[in-house]
């Protein structure tokens, strides 16, 4: 099986904004650095000349001194265009924003600028940067399991009716993606013993790599200690006094360490919607994993999978300018509890109950669908499920779901 970002290229041949350069950030060895050479190739351009990796000391140097030979590659145009340069890797750079910014102010007309990464270019979009109004984020998750069919569609309005109507996704690879996620190398060699070695080495080298480079904290061990305990916190609202207790660290550090998890693209995080909720709970996220095979819990582990379902769909929505879309989730002080709640234009849109094998709908997931007056699905990971049960609600097999969200 070949895998490829292809549906994401969309971010690279139209984006919205063409003479901005493309920040494309997202977990380590998610594909960005592949789909990025995959459009320089479409382009007829030679990786030798337009792909520059930072990592390498060559790299460095040539740019160190003098960028006046790039005046010699702008001439190179194909069809009109302008040529494309990549720059993978230079946030580990010193001063990487200042270097960026001269050459992107140099040369904004002369070139495509596609600029890889991981968390830290995600961190520096945040206000007050030099490099503001110049550059627009796009973040490559792993592969869903409708991307691994290369035939993904993804809807732009959500309904129970286009749920219902989907062709279903094979059981076969809803159980593949189950096993061994959706970063590339996992899902291709197709062994849950091979996910499992695959993460730990993962870990290592983000906890020795990335988190040295890119952060200032203090202890690796600190953060091993805490990616340890994770797992078994995942689906529950993430109590930070509990991750302190469990580590034996103060509020601030456990804190700060869980902040980086998630700059680092470990975990992301579900704040709860509590706007109009009667006593609603407003605090504690809920985080969950990129790699959903790291969860050992079978029903925390099919949440997770959903969850990053939906994280992708929002993201991929809200990329294309196509709506203002937030990932949620509900719960209130009467123990009422609904996994996630999707908000258009901060409004209530759409209610997702997963329950790996329970077929009855959830009293919580009726309650506030009626409340809100808002469609709801209950998720199951059984497949052959696609009943509506009234007007707002209905019970879907995940494949159903997986299909429509792409």
């Known amino acids: 099986m070949k895998l490829n970002h292809k549906q994401y290229l969309w971010s690279l041949k139209n984006p919205l904004f063409p003479e901005h350069m493309s920040f494309i950030a997202g977990p380590r060895q998610s594909g960005k650095t592949t789909m990025a050479l995959q459009f320089l190739k479409e382009a007829g351009l030679d990786k030798t000349d337009y792909y520059f990796n930072w990592d390498r000391i060559d790299v460095r140097r040539k740019f160190k001194d003098n960028i006046d030979w790039l005046s010699t590659l702008k001439k ?33 007309k002369d ?20 490099l503001a109004g110049r550059f627009d984020l796009y973040q490559l998750m792993p592969f869903s399991p409708a991307e691994c069919t290369n035939e993904k569609s993804s809807f732009v309005h959500l309904t129970i009716e286009k749920i219902l109507a989907a062709n279903p996704l094979h059981d076969d690879l809803i159980t593949h993606w189950e096993m061994t996620g959706g ?6 060699s197709g062994s849950e013993q091979k996910s499992r070695y695959w993460w730990k080495q993962y870990l290592i080298r983000v906890t020795e790599e990335d988190l040295r480079d890119l952060t200032r904290l203090e202890s690796v061990d600190l953060m091993r200690d805490i990616l340890a305990i ?33 700059q680092l693209y470990i975990l992301f995080e579900v704040s709860p919607y509590s706007k109009k909720i009667h006593r609603a709970i407003a605090k504690e996220k809920k985080c969950y994993f990129y790699h959903h095979p790291a969860v050992i819990d079978d029903g925390a582990r099919f949440e997770n999978m959903v969850a990053l379902i939906l994280k992708k769909w929002v993201l991929e929505r809200n990329e294309k300018a196509e709506g203002e879309f937030v990932l949620n989730y509900l719960r209130d002080q009467d123990r ?27 009293p919580s997931l009726v309650f506030y669908s009626h ?35 792409g």
């Open 111 to 130: 070139f495509q600028f596609i600029i890889t990464g991981s968390g830290r270019l995600d961190y520096f979009q945040r206000g007050g940067d030099s």
């Open 371 to 405: 409340k809100l007056n808002i469609p709801g699905i209950q998720v199951v990971r059984s497949k052959g499920y696609n009943l509506k049960k009234s007007d707002l609600l209905a019970v879907v097999s995940i494949h159903y779901l997986a299909s429509v969200l």
């Open 183 to 188: 970063f590339p190398e996992p899902f291709l």
């Open 230 to 262: 994770l797992p078994a916190k995942i689906s529950s609202p993430l109590s930070i006094e509990s991750v302190r207790r469990d580590v034996e660290t103060s509020f601030a550090t456990a804190k700060r360490y869980l902040a980086t998890l998630n």
């Open 76 to 108: 190179e145009k194909k069809g009109g265009k302008r040529p494309i340069l990549i720059f993978d890797e230079i946030h580990k750079v010193r001063q990487w924003k200042r270097l960026l910014k001269g050459i992107y102010d140099e040369y904004r």
């Open 336 to 362: 009422r509890e609904v996994d996630f709640i999707l908000l258009k234009e901060g409004v209530p849109y759409f209610l997702i109950e997963c329950k790996r094998s329970d077929t009855s709908l959830s």
